[in-house]
């Protein structure tokens, strides 16, 4: 199998004065997670939801941040992109994908022009079709990555950072799995107020004149957005004893890039990142 057969196309892209505002627009529409910057019609960088929800928490004083409709898409895309021909092989890309980090790549012609994109999406379908019975066990299992479903915005994204993860499982009191939070839902949370400071939202409040007396004198209070706010839920989960092609192919069809793998609690997350390099190994 080669790349030209599982690679997706049309391509959606997007020229590097465009500003950030249309381009998660883009991805929010077409529900894809990158777009490739193309100049002269000629390839010349990648964005990614990554690279949106870096600089949707720029570390700026208030009255420096910029909206993202003033902000070009040159100023936060990858420059160094790395290209495919569409005569390579699965185990080929899966080589420059794991030796730069990169989770797609364009796919060109032999006149530099853009025909397709592959990225490990593809490679996550490639591999549930394949005639295994690798369990989920026997996968390079990624510790989880956990926080409470009262955590705020703020601490989620110090933690994704922190360490250096992609996904946080959102955690009720008992510790059991309610929710999972990725880049996705960081890029199209609405991440900045009017003020350029993080989003709030409102609660109506109620006081008691007295202990024992009726509430009464209602307000409203801002308190900052939390995990349970905007985490996708309910979360997906599969069990350590279920074939990893079948792990594949739910990822595939709920279009997720994270399971919770479950087995007396929480036994980490397994992603199409641990699929794609186990194809190394295959």
């Given at each position: ?15 590097p ?19 490739v ?12 939801k ?46 420059l ?44 299992i ?86 349970e ?33 479950l ?20």
């Amino acid at each position: 199998m080669k790349i030209k057969d599982i690679m997706s196309a049309p391509v959606f892209v997007v020229s590097p004065d465009e500003n950030v505002a249309r381009a998660r627009n883009l991805m929010l529409r077409h529900k894809i997670g990158r777009l490739v910057i193309v100049e002269d019609n000629k390839p010349i960088g990648m964005v990614t939801k990554k690279d949106i929800v870096k600089r949707l928490n720029q570390a700026e004083p208030q009255w420096r941040r910029r909206p993202i409709d003033d902000i070009p898409v040159r100023k936060v895309m990858t420059e160094s992109l790395i290209t495919i021909f569409p005569d390579a092989t699965p185990r080929q890309l899966v080589v420059l994908m794991t030796e730069n980090n990169i989770g797609g790549l364009p796919v060109v012609n032999n006149n530099d022009e853009v025909i397709g994109i592959v990225t490990k999406w593809d490679l996550i379908k490639y591999f549930s079709k394949l005639d295994t019975d690798m369990k989920v066990k026997d996968m390079n299992i990624d510790p989880a990555l956990t926080v409470h479903r009262h955590h705020t915005i703020s601490h989620i994204i110090h933690e994704l950072q922190a360490n250096s993860a992609d996904r946080a499982i959102v955690l009720e009191d008992n510790d059991m799995p309610v929710g999972i939070i990725t880049n996705s839902n960081l890029t199209f949370t609405e991440m900045r107020d009017k003020t350029g400071g993080l989003p709030q939202k409102e609660i109506k409040m109620t006081r008691k004149d007295s202990p024992a007396g009726r509430k009464q004198n209602r307000y409203i209070s801002e308190v900052p957005l939390v995990a349970e706010d905007i985490m996708s839920s309910p979360i997906i989960n599969v069990n350590y004893e279920d074939l990893a092609t079948y792990a594949a192919g739910l990822m595939v069809k709920e279009r997720i890039n994270g399971l919770s793998v479950l087995g007396n609690g929480v036994k980490g997350i397994l992603t199409g990142e641990n699929i794609i390099k186990t194809i190394l190994t295959m």
